[in-house]
């Protein structure tokens, strides 16, 4: 036995130091399969003062130390592959409290998503950040990645709802950050540093979540949209008038690909290049009127050409399903995937430019665009032809990538949206981010993570 996994084990109890290989595996990777996970030991934590004692024992052994949350990160965050301790916070899950004035939970940082949702329901109030994966992911994974998902456009980042958080530095210091408060001018937030940091510069130990207004029973539009120029119009039309919980879209192609996997038929009549799914959770008394209203003012203006409005929270369920289903209906295509953004009024040129660029270099590729257009998010994928092998296919995608990546500089986006850089972006943050800039993030990590022991390989070009 390595002499450090002894030492591992005199910090935490030695039920709580994992070597078996499929623990290795299971805790070594994330959501993303490139890469061979190789870790040294798991351990699982159960106190902030278990953290520090890690951190002591890193720096002294120069042993780096990879954060794991629910694993379903999409960038390789909470890969451990060198070797590294990975600190599990799957037994720090315990809620802490509750303050009905405030409207805060306090929380441990493995506390999954899913649950504060409900936390937050049993107190008449909502954590309004969703996203698909929500079932397994910690508070802290979201945390560290600034987690966004499809009702953004109302409700903001998972930075908007952190009033205070816990953190241990890559010095082993620990630090109680913003408190809870609403108000505190005293100069740099450091919280924020941390929201979205990927535990390169230390680790969440406690959150502080606000808790939002419970909102009203949603209504969801489908509409059918025949240019991709028409989104920013339709977007800045319903705008005028409501306040949109959610704007998505996907492409036709999308549709068909759900369509085939599931018995769903089409949401309406016509079929479109494009479809909009607009939510509204909070139409007052007026409220369905106005919808109809715009409604109308889109189908005479001919941004959209046809379309549904729900009646019923089935109907609202069952119009999702054409936007939440495409994940898994593409996945047995080995689909390359991209998640980039630009401002959401210049959606339809950045789109045009990728496709133009995929469509003349590989003409057999079928892309199948989605995502939370009303931020600008949008979700590329590509699907393997069934002939090409996936060597080819991912060798193929390496030059696309770098293509898209250098399209998104020109249009002044950004290479991540909300899946974070970790180990699989790491390359491309200069189309993001020039190298001044970059100066300034290492120097950053050195104040916090001296010993370079924090999340290793991660976010950080070395
Ligand atoms: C089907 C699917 C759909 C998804 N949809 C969305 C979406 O719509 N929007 C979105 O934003 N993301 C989405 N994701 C990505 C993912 O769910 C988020 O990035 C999520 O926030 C990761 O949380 P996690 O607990 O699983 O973190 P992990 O994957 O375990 O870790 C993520 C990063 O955080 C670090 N970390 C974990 N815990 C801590 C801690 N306590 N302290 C410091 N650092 C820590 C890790 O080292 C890693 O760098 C999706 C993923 C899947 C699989």
């Not at 060198?82 to 409207?103: A, H, I, Q």
């Not at 996907?250 to 690909?257: E, P, R, T, Y």
Request: aromatic content about 8%; proline content about 5%.
């Amino acid at each position: 036995v390595d002499e450090r996994v002894a030492q591992l084990r005199q910090i935490v109890s030695a039920d709580r130091v994992l070597t078996d290989p499929a623990d290795l595996i299971h805790w070594g990777q994330d959501w993303t399969r490139f890469y061979q996970p190789a870790p040294l030991a798991i351990v699982q934590v159960s106190s902030a003062a278990e953290v520090v004692e890690l951190v002591r024992f890193a720096r002294a052994t120069n042993t780096p130390l990879v954060p794991s949350g629910g694993r379903t990160g999409l960038s390789g965050g909470a890969v451990a592959d060198r070797g590294e301790v990975v600190v599990s916070f799957d037994k720090m899950n315990r809620v802490l409290d509750y303050d009905e004035v405030d409207g805060n939970l306090t929380v441990e940082p493995g506390v999954i998503t899913a649950r504060i949702q409900q936390l937050a329901e049993e107190q008449s109030r909502a954590y309004p950040v969703d996203f698909a994966s929500s079932g397994s992911s910690q508070i802290g994974g979201n945390i560290a990645t600034n987690a966004g998902g499809i009702r953004v456009i109302k409700y903001g980042l998972t930075r908007n709802w952190v009033a205070g958080l816990k953190v241990v530095t890559g010095r082993g210091d620990l630090l109680s950050l913003n408190n809870g408060l609403v108000k505190n001018a005293t100069g740099y937030d450091l919280r924020h540093l941390f929201i979205g940091s990927e535990g390169t510069l230390g680790f969440i130990v406690e959150a502080t979540i606000h808790l939002a207004r419970m909102p009203g029973p949603p209504t969801v539009l489908l509409l059918g949209v025949p240019e991709l120029s028409n989104i920013p119009a339709l977007l800045a039309l319903f705008q005028s008038k409501v306040v949109l919980s959610a704007f998505e879209f996907f492409s036709d192609a999308a549709l068909s690909k759900v369509m085939d996997h599931t018995d769903k038929a089409t949401p309406f009549r016509s079929r479109t290049p494009y479809y909009a799914l607009l939510e509204v959770d909070d139409l007052g008394p007026d409220g369905e009127a106005v919808l109809l209203e715009l409604f109308e003012q889109a189908l005479s203006a001919e941004v959209c050409i046809d379309g549904v409005i729900s009646q019923s929270q089935s109907d609202v369920n069952s119009l999702w399903e054409y936007r939440e289903f495409i994940s898994e209906a593409i996945t047995p295509y080995t689909p390359y995937k991209n998640d980039v953004s630009v401002t959401p009024a210049r959606v339809p040129e950045f789109l045009t430019a990728v496709d133009e660029f995929v469509s003349s270099r590989y003409p057999s590729f079928e892309i199948i665009w989605f995502g939370h257009i009303g931020d600008g998010n949008l979700h590329l994928n590509i699907l393997k032809p069934e002939a090409m092998s996936t060597e080819e296919f991912k060798a193929h995608c390496e030059v696309v990538s770098d293509e898209t990546m250098a399209i998104v500089q020109r249009y002044n986006g950004s290479i991540s949206a909300e899946h974070g850089v970790g180990k699989l972006k790491l390359g491309h943050l200069q189309y993001s981010r020039d190298e001044t800039e970059q100066g300034y993030l290492r120097a950053m990590k050195q104040v916090f993570d001296p010993d370079g022991i924090m999340n290793p390989g991660k976010l950080i070009p070395g």
